[in-house]
């Protein structure tokens, strides 16, 4: 029965090329000179040092600009991290980067696919959503309602086996 996996993963060679470059940008702008400005990564998470909150907002905004030349979606990035205060006037801030698909999400797909009146069946694996179906029309049907239903979420769909 053909088949194939919807996920929610991240490039992460282009995210890390990314924050290389916005540590070079930081590196070099005059405003950050002489500041303890700087953005690592480390495993899944993009960790933001500067002086003041200010500060973290232009880091943040350089992270962004960089990462969408080299096309990776913003939705990856967890943004809600709340800003922390280190040893004197000196601010952090952690980034998280989200790989795979959350339960809440999940259901939405599984849910849309049932709407849809097509003949395949969505089921939840563990961090992705196995759509099976009896022919592969159908299933090229289903990436494209996906497609259209969640535009707004970077999702891709790999594993299609006939």
């Not at 282009?14 to 495993?43: M, W």
């Not at 990856?76 to 801030?93: F, H, N, P, R």
Request: no cysteine; aromatic share 6%.
């Amino acid at each position: 029965m053909p088949s194939f996996d919807t996920v929610l993963e991240p490039d992460m060679v282009e995210i890390r090329n990314g924050v290389d470059n916005s540590a070079k940008e930081l590196a070099t702008r005059f405003d950050f000179k002489g500041t303890s400005a700087r953005i690592e990564l480390k495993d899944k998470e993009i960790s933001l040092h500067g002086d003041s909150d200010f500060q973290l907002e232009q880091i943040t905004a350089v992270l962004i600009d960089k990462l969408t030349k080299r096309k990776v979606a913003i939705t990856y990035l967890d943004m809600d991290a709340k800003i922390e205060k280190m040893g004197g006037d000196k601010v952090k801030q952690v980034f998280n980067v989200k790989a795979g698909i959350e339960s809440d999400l999940a259901k939405k797909i599984t849910g849309a696919i049932k709407n849809s009146k097509l003949k395949v069946q969505g089921s939840i694996q563990g961090d992705a959503v196995r759509i099976t179906g009896k022919n592969r029309d159908d299933l090229q049907a289903a990436i494209a309602l996906l497609k259209k239903e969640f535009a707004d979420t970077p999702l891709s769909y790999d594993n299609f086996r006939d």
